[in-house]
């Protein structure tokens, strides 16, 4: 009998967004997304450059993936064209938390594209049955990703611990309520 096969992220689906885990040939895809300058206004304050991209990648994969609990980060895909990526990962290594994100090209705003794909991680999030809370944050001049937050039902916590981002919060029990 074979080693047993790892475990990978399933795929997800919404109403326009196909959602896919992210793997290593998708590099040129996050160089492209972290090289627009408008993407990268609230999180660097200037466009990434390719080798800022690949050390960012390889600690997101490495360290915030947990793909045997269905954690990790998605590609995501509208008829074929990528989004971004959207992300319900493990958080500072606490079992019973999750930080959910996403990261969309400019082409992808303003039209519910990231909060379909950030309901879809809360929703994988809560499938793992310790989790308890969902974290998320954002720069406090982002608009835009603070509307999705709240259309997900998360409430501001305040200031974050990172530079000039707002935490956000949705409970288990909240959420079931």
């Not at 809370?133 to 611990?161: C, D, F, H, I, Y």
């Amino acid at each position: 009998m074979g080693s047993p096969e790892p475990p990978f992220l399933p795929a997800l689906f919404t109403e326009r967004v196909e959602l896919r885990a992210v793997q290593a040939t998708d590099l040129h895809l996050m160089v492209a997304l972290n090289a627009d300058p408008r993407v990268m206004t609230y999180i660097r304050g200037r466009a990434a450059t390719a080798e800022e991209t690949r050390v960012e990648w390889r600690r997101r994969l490495e360290r915030q993936s947990d793909p045997a609990r269905g954690l990790g980060y998605w590609a995501g895909f509208e008829q074929g064209t990528f989004l971004g990526w959207w992300s319900a990962s493990s958080f500072e290594g606490r079992p019973e938390i999750s930080g959910i994100g996403h990261r969309l090209f400019a082409s992808a705003w303003g039209r519910g594209l990231a909060t379909e794909g950030a309901r879809a991680m809360v929703a994988q999030a809560f499938g793992c049955p310790d989790i308890q809370r969902v974290l998320a944050s954002t720069n406090a001049a982002n608009a835009g990703s603070q509307r999705v937050l709240e259309k997900l039902g998360m409430t501001p916590l305040g200031a974050s611990p990172q530079k000039d981002d707002v935490r956000y919060e949705l409970s288990r029990a909240s959420r079931a309520g």
